[in-house]
């Protein structure tokens, strides 16, 4: 059960801490557009993979952030960066130079084997970034060289690449595309893992293929060894751009520093974002110098996207992961993680399969996951549900063997005691799953 500070039942306190939370969810009923379903519960603070609510009742966080938290919840190290900074600048503007941009692109260039940086303030907004750079080098190209477009997106089936209307159009789902309809013209899905479907669509008029490395959203599922090396192949067979989107999977999440670093080639353009400043928003556009260098002043920008304060904890995350030897311990609690929902998966039939790499778990079940998510915020651990069946599973690096022992007892605990009910919403999603 989740641990609570003690407040007698009817205390005072008690009583103005469920008011403070009512207000606060009076409040949001009253005045926010209706896009999330949100449990009662108020969250108020955290620490190390802990965190609080207005009752005081404690969760271990197993989502941390979507992918964000990296660093847990309030790191003293990043907590002090961005005291310092917040005191000397938030915000300059992108016209004049600030003093962490230029170390902060040097570092992923270094983490990514790729060559410059673009800031942005999303995840969406790097992969609007990506697919713009991959259609202006295009564009230039033929302008030169002359011969057909090169204008269409290729991405894969089952991915999730953002909000905005370009990420949008190359988002597989169509409970997220249909209802904003028309979107960017010339994208195209390729079957997930399918080669010869991906060499029957991958021609001299694609720009750009867009590829998770691990789809996070879709339910953890890599790529394979054989597609990404074809992907390789045939985007530099025609002058197009591999993207990989690395904003759920990249910075360390996987067990490496970037999610496709297990296939020996590079992509040309990566986009980063989740954990990349340790919970404030930021993200990157990571490009190969000559897919770079399509890009020049004025072509593109932001406002927000790179300011002083954050590129600071940006830069002091990526130490921290270094300093802390914290892909290592991604690695190690992965491994742990992973092997004791393996011993689950034997004692509850409905446990399909556990797939991922270092933090990154799904935990693909035969049953409605949403009440696994509610019974886990009972027993005190947030964890989420995709696609109606894959308990998805992003802690922060900083995860230490007790925690994931404890994790264990508790998600236990969960799946003994939530109802076993044959879910009628989630049969397409199994049958695809069989496919892969
Ligand atoms: C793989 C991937 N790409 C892009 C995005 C969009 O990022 P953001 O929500 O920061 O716009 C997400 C968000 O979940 C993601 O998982």
Known sequence: MAKKKKAAVGSPKKVSRS???????????????????????VLTHGRGCRLYDTDGREYLDFLGGIAVNALGHAHPRLVRVIRREAARAIHFSNLYHNPFQGPLAEKLAQWSGLDRAFFTNSGTEALEGALKLARVYANKKQAVKGGTAKTRFLALENSFHGRTFGALSITYPAKYREPFQPLVPGAEFV??????????????????????????????????EAFWKRARALATQHDAALIADEIQCGLGRSGRKFAYQKFG?????????????????????????QFAAAFTPGIHGTTFGGGPMICAAALEALRIIEDEKLIENVRARGAELRAGLEKLAVKFDFIREVRGEGLILGVDISIDGATFVEEGLKQGLLINCT???????????????????????????????APRK???????????????
């Open 19 to 41: 008011l403070a939370a009512e207000k606060i969810r009076a409040a949001e009923a009253r005045y926010l557009m209706n896009t999330y379903k949100r449990p009662p519960v």
């Open 191 to 224: 079957k997930f893992n399918d080669v010869v479907d991906l060499e029957a669509k991958f021609d001299g008029t694609v720009c750009a293929l867009v590829v998770e490395t691990i789809q996070g959203e879709g339910g953890i599922y890599p790529v394979s």
């Open 265 to 289: 080639s590079l992509p040309d353009i990566v986009t980063v974002a989740k954990p990349l400043a340790g919970g404030l928003p930021l993200g990157a556009i990571l490009a190969n110098e």
């Open 387 to 417: 696609h109606e069946h894959i308990l998805r599973l992003l802690p922060p690096f900083v995860l230490r063997a007790q925690d994931v022992k404890e994790f264990l007892k508790r998600f236990e605990a969960v799946l003994s005691k």
């Open 422 to 436: 044959e879910s009628e919403t989630h049969t397409p999603a199994v049958a695809a799953a069989a496919t892969r």
